[in-house]
């Protein structure tokens, strides 16, 4: 290794212990607030959002599609009263998750090790009050649920059941628990029992499968905004070996012909992801019947996007049940924890992008480096755990490649040197090219060139 290499990791390695105080003496990083505590508001609290979703068509897009409109209708305000509140399910190492039972489904998810501009309060995912994370709703016009009643309830669990369709006949229970064994992890049960004296069809049914604005809880550094913002939903369809990505550009290109298609294709699991979270789905068995997505503008014209799971579509006979189970992820996309839910979330992190293409080989190089820097950063267990894993890992990349940079290094310089003697052999043998090459191939002999 020359001293020019040796050079430049020495002060890469000072740049890293000086760049945390430097940036704050200079007040390019948040500064956090001095607040006693955060306790995570209830829906009477929380300002929540309210993404436009009137379905009328933005300026010179008269041939967009339009999305349906898919959502749970809640009892009139006048009934608020008689509701039941919002219920907390705690894993105090990974996250809070507020499930709402009036409005039915995760009103918001807290997580518990990341913060946001302030520093104090969690991020907070899928906080969208119009458009709940896992909840059941049903796409016909005029079908609405009834009042909820809670029949279990515990620290890491809920279960509420509810009246459905037009004349009542149907009873969905839905079952919320946490997975402490496996952090950011939620389970969603969802049965359906026809009290009716007719079959009653599941067709127009659908789950809720996260809303998602750019970048949540991030920001407040003039750095934060040098990298390009993700916010897409990448859906994993029924025999395609990679998931299809649909980011807001793409979504807002949508047509009908697009959206019925995509009502027709079955999913394996649906992810809506911004540059650091994301909120996924998936069934315990079997496949969704088909998706739709929808892209929103919230209250200070940020980009939301939304995604819809349709459920099989099956009849459920007088006096019989439909049961179905889901798992789903709420948190970070940290590879190995990505990687542990399974079926391939992983690949939203798009380790295999190579500019325009997706080949396998650079996805295989991209998580084996990315392995062993978390493994780098486990072992020095330190907050810059990650720049010192990048100094270590640059030095043995270095070291590997050295015998080959150090052979090309000698061959140049000692070229060098002999570019006084060229230019001699080429003074003297001007009119005698072939003398001219002998006599070049014997002093690069001479000099073992």
Not at 357 to 372: E, T
Request: hydrophobic share 40%; charged share 20%; with cysteine.
């Amino acid at each position: 290794m020359d001293k020019k290499s040796i050079a430049g990791i020495v002060a890469c390695f000072v740049l890293l212990l000086v760049w945390y105080p430097l940036m704050n003496r200079i007040g390019w990083m948040p500064q956090p607030e001095q607040k006693p505590g955060y306790e995570l508001p209830l829906e009477a609290e929380r300002p929540g959002h309210a993404p436009d979703v009137s379905g009328e068509p933005a300026a010179g897009g008269e041939d967009k599609a339009p999305v349906p409109q898919v959502r749970r209708d809640v009892p009139p305000a006048g009934s608020q009263a008689d509701l039941p509140p919002d219920v907390k399910l705690v894993d105090a190492k990974a996250m809070t998750v507020v499930v709402s039972p009036a409005a039915g489904g995760v009103a918001q998810v807290a997580l518990a090790a990341y913060t946001g501009s302030d520093r104090v309060s969690p991020v907070l995912l899928g906080n969208d009050r119009d458009f709940p994370f896992l909840s059941v709703v049903n796409r016909a016009q005029g079908s609405e649920f009834g009042p909820a009643r809670i029949l279990d309830q515990g620290p890491e669990t809920l279960q509420v059941q509810r009246l459905a369709g037009h004349d009542r006949q149907l009873e969905v229970s839905e079952r919320w628990s946490l997975d402490p064994a496996n952090p950011y992890q939620i389970r969603y049960a969802l049965t359906f029992r026809n009290l009716g004296a007719t079959p009653l069809s599941l067709a127009d049914y659908g789950l809720l499968c996260g809303s998602m604005a750019a970048e949540p809880g991030t920001g407040g550094s003039r750095l934060s905004g040098a990298g390009a913002t993700e916010l897409a939903v990448d859906v994993a369809e029924a025999g395609q070996a990679r998931p299809e990505s649909l980011d807001v550009s793409k979504i807002e290109k949508l047509k009908d012909r697009d959206l019925a298609e995509m009502a027709g294709q079955q999913a394996r699991w649906l992810a809506v992801h911004s540059k650091y979270f994301v909120l996924s789905v998936s069934p315990v068995s079997g496949d969704f019947s088909g998706y739709t997505v929808e892209k929103a503008s919230g209250e200070e014209n940020e980009d939301w996007v939304r995604a819809t799971a349709y459920l099989p579509r099956q009849m459920v006979g007088a006096g019989e049940t439909a049961e179905f189970a889901f798992s789903a992820y709420a948190g970070p996309k940290e590879y190995k924890r990505l990687q542990a839910w399974g079926q391939g979330l992983e690949r939203i992190m798009r380790l295999d992008l190579f500019f325009f293409f997706r080949p396998a080989w650079m996805g295989a190089l991209s998580s084996s480096l990315l392995r062993m820097l978390i493994w780098l950063n486990g072992v020095f267990d330190h907050r810059w755990g990650y720049g010192l894993a990048i100094v270590v890992l640059t030095v043995l990349i270095k070291t590997l490649f050295w015998p080959l940079t150090h052979k090309s290094t000698v061959s140049m310089r000692r070229m060098q040197k002999l570019q006084p003697l060229l230019q001699e052999l080429k003074e003297k043998y001007r009119d005698q090219p072939q003398k001219l090459q002998q006599k070049t191939m014997e002093l690069y002999r001479e000099h073992k060139v």
